[in-house]
């Protein structure tokens, strides 16, 4: 059954029908949001239903008043369609459906045509199409509906629309139309289209940057917000509980509120540590499609909690078989690696001093890379490249003396395991050393990986696929081998940079880390400091290389994602993931 609101989607835009249809892809912008409140508001406040009046000891002639029936759920078999009616009023014997929309209407002077069968220029078409489905829908349930109205919000300007030849053709036709696109490949995107702009999926549809990258248009339009108007509420008290109290997320210490943020202003929840969380409030976070992220005390991923994967099955579907073809696989990694060798190299450059043989190194390898010829040897390549980046990272660390006056808790380290307290630097660092971290910079890139490949876990599920079956990294239980193929570029350009800048500039201090026997960690300030530029380094705008525009790093891991995935159903020829300059 099509519901008969995608109808007006479809007319609108064939491909919107499909993201929201077929692939049950949704997200909330200022019209839909305004939109979804004037309907509440309007079946919460509106006008009671009010019955035929009859007075008593008059004559055989009874006045006949108006009958409104609000949000009537109707369905029909024989044309395919289900739906709810916002309001309905009653004449003499006739239902006319009343469809309320919160733009302005037509001038009246536009002609418009569906198929070959033109429609009244008193309203948009998408708007006439939805209005008569809802017609149809009453007439095959026994009621006589001939009309019915559009009510218009921006202009206060009720339509009367006739159910008249034309518009129930085109109807059918659309009913049709829609029901077989849902069979198909996704239609194309609309080209330099304004639908575009206000259209509330732009960030899924991704509509000027498949077109720039098919060659249909030149510089892609700044469609998709540079930024989400959400952020990540992070919960790292220890002992703290989170509950709800209607739309709003509250946070409690000791039986106290200590703190409460409106839902509208989370995009995800991420727990770190011993922290609880009630039924009620995971519920409104997986109806609302909010992630929660479980977090260990130290930073390693315990798991996640999201509403049921979307219905976008064909896209998972495209993934398992291209990860059936080795050759494809491997041409997806060696993207992936060669792109994280030009990241590594680019943080080398920004950062480094006399670091001109590992530059050449790494470009060499970059190259090798490309010409691999199994995953085997690109493991090999990216492992080479690896050892020569972070051998030469410790020297891109300013020095910072250890001070005996700083608070620090000292453990005893087997010697050559990592940080001790005889080191001229605190932040000294022996390599790449991890599960668990020996020092404290492994112990930031660790916390740091930890908290990226949960937002890449999070967009990869937003977009439909699976996040634990990659292309790249050998599949294991419980790893989400695609979160980790796609973060590979980004651990560069997003976690080291973060570490680097946090270490130079004095904002991460010795007395932010606690140094156990056998592992380092950051204390609970520590965390707190991490988190708090993790996030500022998420929001932070760049320069897209590729589309041009300024886009927040958070926003371009949800493109990447989007990329991948039109590249995996065939709409796009290549994926190159994100090489900064």
Known sequence: MIPIRMLNEYVYCPRLFYLEHVQGLFRDNPDTIHGSFQHERSSQYGRKVRHKVEKEHTEEKK??????????????????????????????????????????????????????????????????IQLCAQGLLLRDNGFNSDYGYIY???????VKIEFNVNLIHSTLEVIKASSEISKNPIPSPLVDSQ?????????????????????????????IPGRDDAGILYVVTQGARVSKSGETIVIGVNGEKVDEVPLKDISHLVLVGHIQITTEAIHLLMASQR????????????????????????????QYKKFENEGYCLNIAKEI????????????????GNIDEALSLLKNLSTDCMGSKDKDSLRGFEGKASQIYFNV????????????TEQMTFGDLPEGQGWDKNMDSFFAMNG???????????????????????????AIIGTGMDPYYGFYHILEVGRPSLAIDMMEPFRPIIIDSLVLRLINTGEIKPSHFHIA??????????????????ERRMDELITHPVFGYRISYRRILDVECRLLGRFLTEEINSYKPLRTR
């Open 432 to 458: 790449r050393n991890k599960r668990p971290p020996r020092d404290p910079v492994n112990a930031m890139l660790s916390f740091g990986y930890t908290l990226l490949s949960r937002d890449i876990i999070s």
């Open 337 to 352: 690696i060669t792109a994280k060798i030009e990241n590594q190299r680019t943080i080398l450059r920004r950062n480094g």
């Open 517 to 534: 026997q056998t592992e380092v960690q950051l204390t609970k300030d520590g965390r707190f400091k991490f988190l708090e530029a993790y």
């Open 195 to 223: 639908k575009c702009i206000r259209c509330s999926l732009n960030a899924f549809c991704t509509p000027d940057e498949l077109n720039f990258i098919a060659g249909k248009i030149g510089e892609p339009r700044r469609i």
């Open 291 to 318: 992630t929660i992220s479980f977090l260990g005390a130290g930073g390693k991923m315990i798991g996640t909690a999201s509403a049921p994967i979307t219905k976008n099955v064909l896209l998972r579907v495209a």
């Open 152 to 158: 218009y919000r921006g202009a206060k300007e009720r």
């Open 393 to 404: 990272f410790p020297s891109l660390i300013k020095k910072k003396e250890v001070k005996k």
């Open 63 to 128: 006045q006949q008043v108006p009958l409104f029936t609000k949000n009537l759920s109707l369905t029909s078999e024989k044309l395919g369609i289900t739906g709810k009616l916002d309001a309905i009023e009653e004449d003499n014997n006739h239902y006319a459906p009343i469809e309320s929309k919160n733009s302005a209407g037509t001038e009246g002077k536009q002609k418009f045509v569906i198929e070959k069968w033109e429609l009244s220029p008193d309203a948009w078409p998408n708007d006439q």
